[in-house]
Nanobody, 119 residues
Framework: QVQLVESGGGLVQPGGSLRISCAAS????????WDWYRRTPENQHERLAT???????NYTKAVKGRFTISRDNAKNTVHLQMNSLTPEDTALYFC?????????????WGRGTRVTVAS
């Protein structure tokens, strides 16, 4: 079994930056791809960014140019650098990984880290 744990959330002022991370733990696995999602206080669920095994990235329009996803394969970790934050970015941010093992493939989800943008 693979577990994902997010970290780095918190309170930040509008215009500020924050970097959140997600680490995978377990044994004998490979992360084929990572995604970051968020769920807003209004319960809107949105996929923000994707990074593939080869390092290709994709962003939703709302965060393109402000957020950057990156991965550290050696540490089985993914990061989301968030710049120019606005109150509309306030949400629960959680990661998703497409996991490959010798036996099978499956989706793994973290529980989230809360980001609040307020002055």
């Amino acid at each position: 079994q693979v577990q994902l744990v997010e970290s780095g959330g918190g309170l930040v002022q509008p215009g500020g930056s924050l970097r959140i991370s997600c680490a995978a733990s377990g044994s004998d696995f490979k992360i084929a791809g990572w995604d970051w999602y968020r769920r807003t206080p209004e319960n809107q669920h949105e996929r923000l960014a994707t990074i593939t095994d080869g390092g290709s990235t994709n962003y939703t329009k709302a965060v393109k140019g402000r957020f950057t996803i990156s991965r550290d394969n050696a540490k089985n970790t993914v990061h989301l650098q968030m710049n120019s934050l606005t109150p509309e970015d306030t949400a629960l941010y959680f990661c998703h990984a497409f996991v490959e093992t010798k036996a099978h493939e499956f989706d793994a989800w973290g529980r989230g880290t809360r980001v609040t943008v307020a002055s």
